[in-house]
């Protein structure tokens, strides 16, 4: 059974209910998960609140980096117990689990530890009418009890990416992982508990959404902030639950993200960008490639070259070392993503490749498998074309100018993401400029620096995260203003 972890302990569920938690790879049961009640909730939120004026609240903040600094080491010693956590959650292959998820959830605490005791103070300095000196100076303090909201698709680069920042500004957490992928958010309680964070500190409440843990943290009275990375629909749910309590928000949501490919891009480096953002993580990455614009010379190749790498993709189990492509989430996930097949084709597309279920062994045919697949004769303001699908699709579409190229870019509610491949620095450049989007990559996708800015415009998502944009939302800034009473500067 997967256990909340509230106040430094494992507790079930005061209802005593629980669910399911399936490997996506076969339809295989996990474990069951304990579902938290309100009541559970309340405590998290108690337990989090105690904590900011116990032991945690008078850490020093050279002692809180060191702490964080523990956490990561720690989550490193235990790398192989958290990648095979996540791995049978999400079914996603090893080697992506072990080369990105999980070093990255450790490399998220180490960076917003050093932000923090990095970033400098604004101070001003001026003078009172009297002519007596006057100095104002910023002091962050933290926000409080921070509710963290998860999505599935990675479960712990996306939670420790909240977490991270959150305690490293001296808040506390409650975490609502997605009812789908609950291990490595309940594993990272023992990391806490190993390496003395302070009980409270992290907390962890499992179940749903709506008449479940996820609506009645985000209702909470007693939770300062919420910071959510999901559907932009649960966002709306989210920012509607909160506004009651004028509770301040960081939204990433949802996106259908454009490449644009020029006719004097590197093909080599532009077929390897999408493969990379059309496919990976089985298309279930909020930056990933849904319209793919080629300016129309290179259309026929870029197809062909696509559908060749689609075709090289190998499903399989995540540690099966021919596969490299894993199943979607789950059976519902599955049943969405054909959904969007049928409606490609009625909106007449046509699969170049994929376009369906593989053929699995009769041993994974319970598994939410998918095929990789291209569309091509979509227009662009087909519904496959518009709308999110969080699959391993995309359509392509045929432009001539920068300009129709541009248009059809930012021709949509969602502003996330968007990867641009030309030869052309001036291009490059202008072209980026006028994208309505967060992120912009140039020749590549995914190049992540985490002290940069990340988050989306429009549909998107509400504010930035990373570097020091994160202590916008993780602290509260108060000026203090010192009149002296001397003469001086
Ligand atoms: P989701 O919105 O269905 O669920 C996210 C979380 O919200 C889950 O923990 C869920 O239980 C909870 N939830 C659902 N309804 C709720 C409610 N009414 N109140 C409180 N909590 C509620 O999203 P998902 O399906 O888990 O994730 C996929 C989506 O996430 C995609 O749209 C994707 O684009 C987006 N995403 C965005 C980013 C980003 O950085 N912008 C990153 C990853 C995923």
Same mark, same amino acid.
């Given at each position: *059974? ?72 720690? *989550? ?141 943290? +985000? ?69 990933? #490639? ?91 303001? &087909? ?17 001539? &100018? ?5 248009? *059809?870019?930012?021709? +949509? ?46 549909? &998107? ?13 993780? #602290?509260?800034? &108060? ?11």
């Amino acid at each position: *059974m997967i256990l909340n972890f509230i106040d430094g302990q494992y507790r079930e569920g005061s209802s005593g209910r629980s669910f399911d938690d399936i490997n996506p790879v076969d339809g295989s049961l996990i474990a069951k998960v304990s579902e938290a009640s309100r009541e559970d909730v309340d405590a998290a939120v108690r337990a989090a609140r105690q904590a900011l004026s116990g032991p945690w609240g008078s850490l020093k903040l050279a002692q809180r980096c060191d702490l964080l600094y523990a956490v990561a080491a720690e *989550m490193d010693r235990r790398a192989e117990d958290f990648i095979a956590a996540e791995v049978a959650d999400t079914g996603k292959p090893r080697s992506l689990a072990s080369h990105l998820d999980i070093p990255r959830g450790a490399a998220n605490f180490r960076v917003f530890a050093d932000v923090v005791r990095n970033v400098p103070t604004e101070a001003f300095t001026s003078h009172a009418p009297d002519g007596k000196p006057a100095l104002n100076y910023a002091l962050r303090r933290p926000k409080g009890v921070v509710a963290v909201v998860c999505p599935w698709n990675l479960p712990l680069l996306l939670m420790t990416w909240k977490v991270g920042p959150a305690l490293a500004c001296g808040n506390t957490v409650v975490v609502k992982p997605s009812e789908e992928t609950p291990a490595t958010a309940a594993l990272l309680g023992e990391v806490m508990n190993q390496v003395g964070v302070p009980k409270g500190v992290y907390n962890v409440v499992h179940g749903f959404g709506p008449s479940s843990a996820g609506e009645y943290l +985000t209702e909470h009275a007693d939770i300062d902030a919420i910071t959510f990375t999901g559907e932009t629909r649960t966002g709306a749910a989210i920012m509607r639950a909160s506004a009651g309590g004028i509770k301040p928000v960081s939204m990433e949501l949802g996106g259908k993200n454009p490449a644009v490919v020029f006719a004097d891009a590197d093909l080599d480096v532009a077929i390897a960008g999408l493969t990379r953002s059309v496919f990976e993580n089985t298309g279930q990455v909020c930056l990933g #490639t849904e319209r793919v614009y080629v300016q129309r010379p290179i259309l026929e190749a870029v197809v062909q070259r696509l559908a060749a790498a689609a075709r090289r993709l190998k499903p399989g189990r995540p540690e099966d070392p021919g596969a490299n492509f894993g199943p979607l989430i789950s059976a519902e996930h599955q049943q969405k993503v054909l959904g969007y097949f049928k409606l490609a084709r009625d909106e007449g597309g046509t699969a170049v490749h994929g376009g369906g279920v593989p053929d699995m062994p009769a041993e994974l045919k319970g598994g939410a498998w998918i095929e990789p697949t291209v569309w091509t004769g979509l227009a662009h303001d &087909s519904r496959v074309a518009r709308e999110e699908i969080f699959g391993p699709c995309c359509a392509v579409i045929a432009f001539d &100018s920068e300009a129709e190229a541009l248009q *059809m870019a930012n021709d +949509t509610r969602y502003g996330l993401a968007a990867s641009v491949y030309t030869r052309d620095i001036d291009r490059a450049h202008r072209f980026s400029s006028a994208l309505k989007v967060g992120i912009v990559w140039v020749n590549t996708w995914f190049l992540r620096d985490l002290r940069t800015a990340f988050g989306g415009s429009g549909s &998107s998502g509400i504010g930035r995260e990373g570097g020091v944009h994160s202590l916008e939302f993780y #602290t509260e800034l &108060s000026n203090v203003c010192i009149k002296f009473s001397g003469a001086g500067q």
